[in-house]
């Protein structure tokens, strides 16, 4: 997801973190200035690998969530893979969460929490619905709306960051200009599109809190939502009809996710951040081309067109970000 993706952990010093890289940590740790990993220009093609790899993660995780909320209603999908990645986060959190953090990312954390539900659930629908190919790209665009939002706020994006914007905004309207007729595909259009709001307004969310603490923001998002779908799941008396059969799957998507996360975070902090932004935003070539093996999904010429300068706007977006 979306719910803090690539352009979001591209502060935090994943891999200081996932290499046990800590303040207070025995001299003979790898990353102690001098280690075999203290530097970053012999890990740079590692990073581009685990960057593509934390794509990868996304885009496959995506397309079996859009395949299981074909099944059971996004909401069930949603509640179920989060649940389970709070589950496996909270652990972390108590590990690595440093100390005497003060309560500045509560709020962006639950604003995160409420725009990030939101968003998996237009996400998730649209993919149920639409043609994934054309759904995901479309999503992906909302990286741009930290760049507006960091415009009223103060803030001055490149010309590339621009420029980015109009091609992905082109892209979009080619891509869904033949989905547009009415119906499920035309549904499925719009809902993509408030999902590239909502994950927008996520990631800036995120930001804003990870400037306190990254892990209590990631931690404190889940915990928001998971708690709403907790009262809901009280109040209907139901857990959505899941089977013991497909909660493997539902744990597989909510895994995923901290996974690719985690990629990701190793990714920018052991080369460029610039150039594991661009890799890491390239989730939605996958889900498309598992779209298009699995489900056999094909597109007009002019919707191939489309989602391909979709992807260019998207990885000029993110590059313009990092420069």
């Known amino acids: 997801m979306p719910g803090g993706r690539a352009g979001t952990l591209a502060e935090v010093p994943g891999a200081l973190l996932l290499m046990g890289c ?17 530097g970053t220009a012999s890990l740079a093609p590692m990073s581009a690998v ?14 079996l969530a859009g395949l299981i909320s074909r099944r059971f209603p996004a909401l069930v999908v949603i509640a179920w893979s989060q649940t389970i990645g709070l589950l496996a986060l909270t652990p972390v959190l108590l590990w690595l969460g440093p100390a005497g953090v003060g309560a500045g990312w509560l709020p962006w954390a639950a604003s995160a929490g409420v725009t990030g539900a939101v968003g998996l659930w237009a996400f998730y629908a649209a993919l149920a619905s639409g043609t994934m190919g054309v759904v995901a790209p479309i999503a992906a665009t909302g990286a741009a709306v930290p760049v507006v939002l960091g415009v009223l706020t103060g803030d001055q994006p490149s010309g590339w960051a621009w420029v980015g914007m109009l091609l992905a905004g082109a892209g979009v309207v080619a891509a869904s200009g ?4 009415g119906g499920a595909k035309g549904r499925s259009v ?10 927008g307004l996520t990631l800036f969310a995120i930001d804003r809190g990870s400037r306190v603490s990254v892990l209590h923001t990631l931690w404190g998002m889940r915990a928001t939502s998971v708690s709403a779908y907790a009262v809901l799941a009280l109040v209907t ?34 080369g460029l951040v610039s150039i594991a932004s661009v890799l890491g935003s390239l989730y939605p070539v996958v889900t498309t081309v ?26 000029v977006i993110a590059s313009a970000g990092h420069s």
């Open 190 to 199: 719009a809902l993509a599109g408030v999902a590239a709001v909502a994950f």
């Open 50 to 63: 685990l960057a593509l790899l934390s794509s990868v993660v996304w885009g496959s995780s995506d397309f």
């Open 178 to 181: 033949p989905e547009l007729g």
């Open 237 to 270: 008396r139901s857990l959505g009809g899941v089977t013991r059969r497909v909660v493997p799957a539902l744990a597989l998507v909510g895994v995923a996710d901290l996974v690719a996360n985690g990629l990701f975070a190793v990714a920018s902090s052991t």
């Open 22 to 38: 800590l303040p207070g940590r025995d001299a003979g740790s790898p990353c102690r200035p001098g280690g075999p990993w203290s």
């Open 290 to 315: 598992l779209a298009w093996l699995v489900l056999h999904e094909r597109l007009a010429r002019i919707q191939y067109l489309g989602v391909v300068v979709t992807l260019v706007g998207t990885v």
